[in-house]
C-alpha cells in the first residue's frame, strides 16, 4: 500500500462533493501518511487543489464518506474530495463531519471512529458573554497584568445598573460599542456614548470601545487569527501562521457624529463589501485593498521598524489564556458528552486588534469561523488552512465491520486485534488506565506545584503514557503550518490558571521540557517501545513499564498520603 509524509502548499459552490475542474498538475500523492511509529496505523493524507492522492485498495475507498451539512464550506467539499471522499446521510457511515454547533448530549452518538468539528461546551469561549465571565474570573483571581486584554464588558440586562453607575462617573466622551452575545458577521452590532442609546429589554452585551486602534492608511483594522485545538486533555492549542488582516473601508474617525458609520468602526468583510469604496485584494503577499494576509501585515511592520514577533508571542499567550478560560467547563462536558479523545476538534477564529501602542486585545472568538472564500487571497490560505488542519488531526480508516448499522459490543481489548494494519486500532485509544497508571496519575497530580517530583514523571513510561506521548509527537509531526502553542517547552508558566492539575498536561510539559532541543533522541525511544507493542498493552507484565513512586524521593506512607481532590482530577 502508498504510504508517505504530507505535502507542502498552495476553491466556489456545489450541494455535494465536487469534481475536479482544474488541470491536475503532478503524479498522484500517497494516500497515507505513516505514523513515526511502528505498530500504530496510518492517517489519510489530504491535498492541496491541483494535486490527487493514489485509490486505496479495493474495499477501504468505500469507506471514506462524509456527512455533510448545509452549512459545510465549500473549500472543506473540494478538500475530502481531493482524498477520496462521498457524501453519505448514513449517521453510522460517516468518518468525517464539519457543520454547526449541535447540543453536548448529541455528541454522545458519535462513534470513535468518527470526527466532528467541534468540541461540546465551547459555547463557552464562542459566546460573547460566557467568554466574559470566564475571562472575568480569571481577571478577578490573576489581575489585570496577566487578564487585562479582554474590554470591560457589562451583560445587561443583569449587569445594567453597573453600567448605569460606569456612565454617571465616567467621562461623557468615552464610547461603548452594543453587540448580541451569540451574534456573528458584525449583525446587531453599533458604537455608542449615550446611556439613552442602550436598548432595554434585549440579552445584549456592552462592551468598552477601544477608540484609538492602531492604523495603517490611516484605517482600523483587525486580525483573525486561526486557533486550532485537537484535545482538551491533553491540551493542545495549535495556531496558524497565516490569517487574515480586515480593514474598515471608510478612514478612522473618533467623532461623536460618526460613530453610526459602520464601515469606520466595524472591520468586518460581511459589512464593508457593501461599501463602493471596498477594495478586494488577490494576492497573499501585497499590502493593499481592504483585505491582507497576516504574513504581508508582519511585512509591512517590519518595514516600519516594529518587531512583529514580539506581537506574534504577546497574540499566542493571549490565545492560551483564553482557552485556558473555559477549559474546565469543557473539558466536563466532554467527559460527559463524547466517547473518546479522537472524535472530536474544532477551528476557532479569535478576532484581535492592535491598539496604538501595538498591544493587542482579544474583541471576540468565534466557533465557526467562517470559510468561505471570495478572493484569491482568501482561497490561498483557506485551502492551505484546511489541507493543514485534516492533516493535523489524523483521520484514520475504520474496520469494516464496525460501519454497520448494529455492530458488535467492543470485545475484551485484551483479546483484540484490528484486521488490517491501515485500520482504526482501539487498543490506541482507549481510556482504561491499569492500577499502576491510576495510581501514577494520582501521585503527580497530588505533586504538580513541586518540580523535584515532576522531574521522575518520565523515568517509568507505563503504556497509556506512551500511547499519550505517540500520539502528541505524531500529530505534531503533520502540523504543517500550524504551530503548537501548548504544550510548549514554556507551558508550565500557565499551569496555575488551571482550575485542576491534569496528569496528561504534566506528562507532555515533561516531554517538553526535556527534548525542547531536539525530539530525535526520546522519539527513538518511543519507537523501541512501540516495536515491542509496549503502546497497545493495558496491564502490561513488563517491570521496565510498570509504575512505582520513586522511592529515591518520596515514601510509601507519602505516596499512600494523596487530596480527594487530586484523586479525582487524576481518575478525570
Known sequence: MPVGPNQPKGNSDTSVLPHFAFPIDQEPLPALTESLFSNIPPKLNFVLKGQTVE????????LLRWRISATTPNIVKQCIARSGFKPTTKSYSWLGYWGKHIKASGFR????????????????????????????????????????????????????????????NGSSKRKWIIKPPASSCGSGIQVIHKWNEIPKGRSIIVQH????????????????????????????????????????????????????NRYIHLTNYSVNKFNSNYEPNSDEDVCQGHKWSLKAL???LQRQGIDSSAIWSKIKDLVVKTVLSAESLINSSVKENVQGRYC????????????????????EVNISPSLHSNSQLDISIKDALIRDLFNLVGFMIPEIQDVVPNPCP?????????????????????????PDEKAK???????????????????????????????????????????????????????VYFEQPRYYNLLLQAWCTKHQKSESKGISSLEAFCRKGINLQHQTLDPKHQWMPPSMHYSTKDFKNVSPSASKSALG
Not at 141 to 152: A, C, D
Open 441 to 495: 496519575h494520582i501521585y503527580y497530580t497530588q505533586r504538580h506545584m513541586n518540580e523535584q517530583a515532576l522531574e521522575t514523571i518520565l523515568d517509568i513510561l507505563t503504556p497509556d503514557d506512551i500511547r499519550i506521548l505517540t500520539e502528541t509527537v505524531d500529530e505534531n509531526s503533520r502540523c504543517g503550518d500550524f504551530l503548537r502553542v501548548f504544550p510548549s517547552s514554556t507551558s508550565q508558566l500557565y499551569h
Open 298 to 300: 508582519w511585512t509591512y
Open 209 to 260: 470601545y477601544i477608540a484609538d486602534p492602531y492604523l495603517i492608511n490611516d484605517s482600523k483594522f483587525d486580525l483573525r487569527i486561526y486557533v486550532y485545538i485537537t484535545s482538551f486533555d491533553p491540551l493542545r492549542i495549535y495556531i496558524y501562521e497565516d490569517g487574515l488582516v480586515r480593514f474598515a473601508s471608510v478612514k478612522y474617525s473618533n467623532s461623536m457624529k460618526k460613530l453610526r
Open 344 to 363: 472530536c476538534h474544532e477551528l476557532f477564529g479569535f478576532d484581535v486588534l492592535l491598539d496604538e501602542k501595538l498591544e493587542p486585545w482579544i474583541i
Open 109 to 168: 452518538t458519535i462513534r470513535e471512529y468518527q470526527k466532528m468539528n467541534h468540541f461540546p461546551g465551547t459555547f463557552q469561549l464562542g459566546r460573547k458573554d460566557r467568554l466574559w465571565r470566564n475571562l472575568s474570573k480569571m481577571l478577578s483571581r490573576f489581575g489585570r497584568k496577566e487578564f487585562g486584554f479582554f474590554p470591560q464588558t457589562f451583560i445587561l440586562p443583569a449587569d445594567r445598573a453597573s453600567l448605569k453607575i460606569f456612565f454617571e
Open 410 to 434: 467492543v470485545p475484551d481489548l485484551s483479546r483484540y486485534e484490528p484486521t488490517s494494519d491501515v485500520c482504526f486500532d482501539r487498543r490506541l485509544r482507549t481510556y482504561h488506565r491499569s
Open 55 to 62: 485509490s486505496l485498495p479495493s474495499g477501504f475507498e468505500k
